[in-house]
Every structure is written in C-alpha cells, then in structure tokens.
C-alpha cells in the first residue's frame, strides 16, 4: 500500500508489483494527475504538511541555448598558418626596396613572386617602397603604400652613402602603391570514408535504431537500379584542383586571386607560409643584400664596391692611366644632354652628378662608373648619354692609350615656359627662343 496524507484527507492506491497490466497503468496515471489537481485546489491547513514522492515532480523543461555563430577571430590559427599581424611585423613601415624596379602603382604578383603581366621598369633608385595597410584573405595578400625616390645629396664614395640619401615621396596625390600577390590554396583534408557495413556505419546504425522506438517491420527495401549505383562515394568526390576552382569562384570578386589558373594547393598551413614568405623575398629586398647587388648595373657595382672600401673608384684594368700620366688629355668633342624624368621634375630634383669613364686609346668610352651620384633615376641617363658621346683618346710617346676621364653632369629643372615653348609652334608663327637645358662639361 502507497499512502498520501493531505489535511484529513488520505487517498490509498495499490499497484501490483509483480505484473502490471494496460488498465492498471492507466488507472495509476489517472490517480496522480488527481492527486496534483487537488494539491493545487485544496488549500492546507495550518500546520499540515504536502508530502509528494520526488519521483512525482516532473522536472522544469531546460531553456534551449541560444544558437551562436562561429567567431572566426576566435578560432585558434592553424599550426604554422601565416597570418595578418605576423606580415605587418614584417611590413608595415620598413624602408623596402621593390626588386625588378617596376615602375607601376598597381602590380600583382602570383604566388610565386612573378609578375603577373607587364610593368615599365626603371632604376632601383625609384623603387623605395614603405608598406601602410596590410590586408590578407584566403586567396591573396594586398599591401598598400608608398613608393619613394632616393635622392643622393652628395656623398662621395669614401663616405657613408646611406647617411647622405634622402627619401621623397614620388606617389601622386591621391594615389597609393597598390600591390596583391596570390597564395597557395590550403586545402580542407577531407576524412576518409569507412568501407560498406564498416564499423563506423555499424555504430552509427545501432545508435540510430536505439534511439527509434520499436514499430512492426518493414519489408526489407527493394535494391537500386544499376544506373543509381554505379557511382561510388569516392568518385563523387571533386579533386583538389577542382575543390580550389569552386573555392575561388565562390569567393567575392575582390578577394579572386589575379592569376586563378597557377594557384597550386597544399594540406599543410606552414607550407602555403612558407610560399608567400618566398614570394615576399622576391618581391621586396630589405637593403643591399647579394641578390638586389647582383642585379644592378656595372657602374652602380663600382660605386658601392668603392664606398664598401671607403676609396675612389679604381678601373678594372690596371693598365689605364690617369690623366696625370699622358701627355695629352682625353677630351669630350661632342655635348650631350641627359634627359630628366617626371619623377625628378615632379620633386625639384636638380643638380650636379660625377660619372668617372674609361676613354679607350679608340676614342671610345668604356667602363663606366658613378662617382658622385644624384639619384631618381637620372644616372641611368646620364651614363646612357655618356656612351653614346664622342671623345678624342689620350696620348702618351705619340701613341694613344686608355685613360679615366671625370665627367661632371648637370641637371636642370624645366620652367613652366621652357614646357611651354617645346610644344608644337603653329604654322606660321614663328618658333621662340627655347632656354638652355642640362648640360655636360668635361671635369679638368
């Protein structure tokens, strides 16, 4: 016997224990319901107690959590993954040379460090970059900034070159260097899928059918038509270059790598940042380093080996003479006229450089070296003008004979008349006098 005390009321039941029959569950079902109605209708009396079995109280419902989605800043980097703040570290505010001197404000790179498509390309004296803004997707990395021009203020080549350069701003207003370079595509590895009747799909099976409650059996399904199984699981699967071109397509247009058909795929993270740092080398240089001297001119070679040994230029060959040495001197017979660039017209640069030039005993200019450089890219012209100059060979016991010879070139800034005046004149009209521009006199 089960006995509830409620006030003076008492209410027995008795439930069989041994068998339990449909009727007798329905009839204990009914008496507790009963019982909580009159619990909550009858009021106790003072002193009177509500005893309720625990088993009884049905437990309050727990609230369903609120759905949160993912925080992807929150999610832990993957090992070795390469990521924002690590390529502003490396970046963001260092005084970077652009290798390749691509003149450009807007170049792409693919994931290699090769440029995609065409660029002007010009001194390394034009090619100072400082990166501001560094933003890295999943297809690609964009830096933006600023290219700068080295202007040299006259340090001589015993001195120390890099104390006496000075960095302008040659961005136009408004403008900024633009630069994207692709990244190799991590690849999400996909789990493997267990055979037919393995033992994952067994586990799973029985965690299914246990969860089911128990109804009659159905008939056993009828087998597929040959046409809807003779593909595999496996065989639907994409590849991984397929499984990239999707990714890339399903990505907005800004955030395309610009070269899709060369991105490569890897499943290692430390991989894909192993590649981007490679491409980052290639891209930028972070000071004189083997390479970036490697692929200089000869005559910027022979500056910096001679300010590297705090001396002035030495000729390769041993047997040129000084002027000092012969009896008659090496001397320019013909004028030339370096061109300036927009860059240095831009910025006000303007001044004197000094070139040293073997003159051959043909009268012919030979090695060429910078002696006193100006930077923004005028020296390339200026040795460009200087090997297309003539000159008339040295003489030493009336025979001609190789000797250095100091050229000193100047450089002008354009009026905004002298621009003026080198338009086109109408028929008719006739031309105005056109101001003197740069030119070269001979160092005695």
């Not at 109408?426 to 030119?439: E, K, R, T």
Request: aromatic residues 6%; charged residues 20%; hydrophobic residues 40%.
């Amino acid at each position: 016997m089960a006995f509830v005390s409620l006030g003076s009321r008492t209410f027995s039941a008795r439930i069989a224990s041994a068998r339990i029959g449909p009727h007798a569950v329905g009839v204990s079902l009914l008496l507790v319901f009963a019982l909580s109605a009159v619990a909550q209708t009858t009021p106790a009396a003072p002193g009177d107690t509500l005893q309720v079995p625990p088993q009884l109280t049905p437990a309050p419902p727990a609230a369903p959590a609120p759905f949160a989605a993912p925080d992807r800043a929150t999610e832990p980097p993957q090992p070795g993954a390469m990521n924002e703040e690590e390529l502003k570290r490396l970046l963001v505010g260092k005084p970077l040379y652009l290798r390749g001197g691509y003149l450009d404000n807007s170049l792409s790179f693919n994931e290699h460090g090769a440029l995609i498509g065409h660029s002007p390309q010009g001194s390394y004296t034009l090619n100072g970059v400082q990166i501001e803004r560094v933003r890295l997707t999943k297809h690609k990395v964009e830096l933006d900034g600023k290219r700068y021009g080295l202007h040299f203020l006259g340090a001589l080549p015993y001195e120390d070159p890099t104390k006496a350069v000075d960095r302008v701003n040659i961005t136009p207003k408004k403008k900024q260097l633009h630069i994207s370079i692709d990244r190799e595509l991590v690849a999400t590895p996909k789990k493997k899928h267990e055979k037919e009747n393995g033992k994952g799909k067994g586990k799973r099976a029985a965690a299914a059918a246990a969860s089911r409650p128990v109804v009659a059996a159905a008939p056993p399904p009828q087998p597929l038509s040959p046409a809807l199984t003779s593909s595999s699981p496996e065989a639907e699967e994409p590849s991984a270059a397929e499984q990239a071109k999707a990714e890339i397509a399903a990505a907005p247009p800004a955030e395309r790598p610009a070269d899709p058909g060369s991105i490569t795929t890897t499943n290692s993270p430390a991989h894909a940042a192993k590649v981007l740092k490679d491409a980052l080398d290639k891209i930028f240089a972070s000071g004189f380093d083997g390479r970036m001297m490697a692929a200089m001119p000869a005559f910027w070679k022979l500056y910096y080996e001679a300010a590297a040994a705090k001396r002035d230029y030495r000729p390769s060959d041993p047997a040129v003479l000084h002027q000092s040495m012969v009896d008659k001197k090496a001397r320019l017979v013909t004028t030339f006229e370096p061109e300036s660039n927009e860059y240095a017209q831009s910025n006000g640069v303007a001044g004197m450089a000094l070139y040293h030039a073997v003159i051959g005993a043909d009268g012919k200019p030979g090695e060429i070296a910078v002696g006193r450089p100006i930077g923004f890219g005028l020296d390339e012209n200026a040795v460009e003008a200087i090997r297309k100059a003539a000159f008339e060979p040295a003489v030493k016991d009336g025979h001609p004979v190789p000797v250095v010879l100091d050229l000193v070139v100047e450089f002008r800034i354009y009026s905004k008349r002298t621009a003026a005046q080198s338009q086109p004149q109408p028929a008719g009209n006739p031309a105005a006098p056109v101001l003197p521009g740069p030119y070269s006199v001979q160092h005695p």
